[in-house]
Antibody, heavy 120, light 107 residues
Framework: QEQLVESGGGVVQPGRSLRLSCRAS????????IYWVRQAPGKGLEWVAV????????HYADSAKGRFTISRDNSMDTLYLEMRSLGHDDTAIYYC?????????????WGQGTLVTVSS | DIQMTQSPSSLSGSVGDRVTITCRAS??????LNWYQQKPGKAPKLLIY???RLQSGVPSRFSGSGSGTDFTLTINSLQPEDIATYYC??????????FGGGTKVEI
């Protein structure tokens, strides 16, 4: 069964850093680009970052550029998101989501999410 | 960036109703339009991709249509388990894609 499981969320003080992980199972992780998508409390969905299947290309939303770094270890079937200089606006549930790799791109598999709360 | 606008922001229907949600893009996205369902406390789930293609395992009462800038998600015969928030997403500018603001469906 295809599965994505996030971890690493928690309460962090403003200005500090946090690293999230997303462990994949049930499919060939190295075949797929993977996104981080976040959802602030009571709000909609916002893509944060994406990394290509082989890890050679990354893209960031403006809100993440310069502060967040997406990476992956295909030997460990794991995706990461390193977040620095966190602010209150970064409080959200962070999901990893798989790009289906089809001509009609879509997120066909999602993790359950991990909650990041930025608070002093 | 392409802006996605959904309407209405919420709606209430009765079991068995036909429900329609609209999504409009600020510029053409061809048929690179996806729909997701998010139940309370859960991750989103892909329903429709490529504007009208039903994702495997999704009930046939869900359907999508449209192209260019205007799209609709239709739920034929609303069921209690369809209570959720629905989001459209354009993937025309992949990897820089964008979501609509969501439509909350209640019974």
């Amino acid at each position: 069964q295809e599965q994505l499981v996030e971890s690493g969320g928690g309460v962090v003080q403003p200005g500090r850093s946090l690293r999230l992980s997303c462990r994949a199972s049930g499919f060939t992780f190295s075949y797929y680009a993977i996104y981080w998508v976040r959802q602030a409390p009571g709000k909609g969905l916002e893509w944060v970052a994406v990394i290509s299947a082989d890890g050679s290309r990354t893209h960031y939303a403006d809100s993440a550029k310069g502060r967040f770094t997406i990476s992956r270890d295909n030997s460990m079937d794991t995706l990461y998101l390193e977040m620095r200089s966190l602010g209150h606006d970064d409080t959200a549930i962070y999901y990893c989501a798989r790009d289906n790799g089809a001509p009609d791109p879509a997120f066909d598999s999602w993790g359950q999410g991990t909650l990041v709360t930025v608070s002093s | 960036d392409i802006q996605m606008t959904q309407s209405p922001s919420s709606l209430s229907g009765s079991v068995g109703d036909r429900v329609t949600i609209t999504c409009r893009a600020s510029q053409t996205v061809s048929t690179f339009l996806n729909w997701y369902q998010q139940k309370p406390g859960k991750a989103p789930k892909l329903l429709i991709y490529g504007a009208s293609r039903l994702q495997s395992g999704v009930p046939s009462r869900f359907s999508g249509s449209g192209s260019g800038t205007d799209f609709t998600l239709t739920i034929n015969s609303l069921q209690p388990e369809d209570i959720a928030t629905y989001y459209c997403q354009q993937s025309y500018t992949t990897p820089r894609l964008s979501f609509g603001g969501g439509t909350k469906v209640e019974i």
